[in-house]
T-cell receptor, first 113, second 114 residues
Framework: GNSVTQMEGPVTLSEEAFLTINCTYT??????LFWYVQYPGEGLQLLLK?????DKGSNKGFEATYRKETTSFHLEKGSVQVSDSAVYFC????????????FGKGTKLSVKP | DGGITQSPKYLFRKEGQNVTLSCEQN?????MYWYRQDPGQGLRLIYY???????QKGDIAEGYSVSREKKESFPLTVTSAQKNPTAFYLC?????????????FGPGTRLLVL
């Protein structure tokens, strides 16, 4: 079945450091891929998405490229800020799963000033 | 403003008691979802509904029930059969359930057992 694997945290970085959070997936069809962010005590917010191979999603300085050949969708940001501290979830959906999201376990990011 | 509201923010359940979590959306979305989040884990799907008066079980439906009598509302009942209900519950909605649509999430309800 479909699944998402993302790097385990927590990840601790200094402000202005480069961020990479790895995400790989297994899917039988052609999934759409998502990154969601969850701030403490809140629901999830869509950060970015990509719906086909080689698409790049971007938002708020974050980027991720849909790599079909490596079944990956790694999240990157060139210079993190303290306000980026949150839990980041990689997820996929496709027609096989009827559009239901399948999530990774989440990666907690802490950015220190 | 359009969005998804969940209430209450915190809910306490006594042993043997059923409790109902509210989820309302004014986004005119057809599909709605309920997820459970446990510490250190991703979200797991409880129930989903693609259209009014219809809903399907997700991966962990046992001990839960839902209804979808109105497009904008998708309440979740945690029954006494759910032996470990303490968790953070998230409701979401999307335009339809076809594969590419973005799901939008509410702020969540934290359920605690007394």
């Amino acid at each position: 079945g479909n699944s998402v694997t993302q790097m385990e945290g927590p990840v601790t970085l200094s402000e202005e450091a480069f961020l990479t959070i790895n995400c790989t997936y297994t899917a039988t069809g052609y999934p759409s891929l998502f990154w969601y962010v969850q701030y403490p005590g809140e629901g999830l917010q869509l950060l970015l998405k990509a719906t086909k191979a080689d698409d790049k999603g971007s938002n708020k300085g974050f980027e991720a490229t849909y790599r079909k050949e490596t079944t990956s969708f790694h999240l990157e940001k060139g210079s993190v800020q303290v306000s980026d501290s949150a839990v980041y979830f990689c997820a996929l959906s496709d027609r096989v799963s009827q559009g239901n999201l399948i999530f990774g376990k989440g990666t907690k990011l802490s950015v220190k000033p | 403003d359009g969005g998804i509201t969940q209430s209450p923010k915190y809910l306490f359940r006594k042993e043997g008691q059923n409790v109902t979590l509210s989820c309302e959306q004014n986004l005119n979305h057809d599909a709605m979802y309920w997820y459970r989040q446990d510490p250190g884990q991703g979200l797991r799907l409880i129930y989903y509904s693609q259209i009014v008066n219809d809903f399907q079980k997700g991966d962990i439906a046992e001990g839960y029930s839902v209804s979808r009598e109105k497009k904008e509302s998708f309440p979740l009942t945690v029954t006494s059969a759910q032996k470990n209900p303490t968790a953070f519950y998230l409701c979401a909605s999307s335009t339809q359930s076809g594969g590419q649509e973005t799901q939008y999430f509410g702020p969540g309800t934290r359920l605690l057992v007394l």
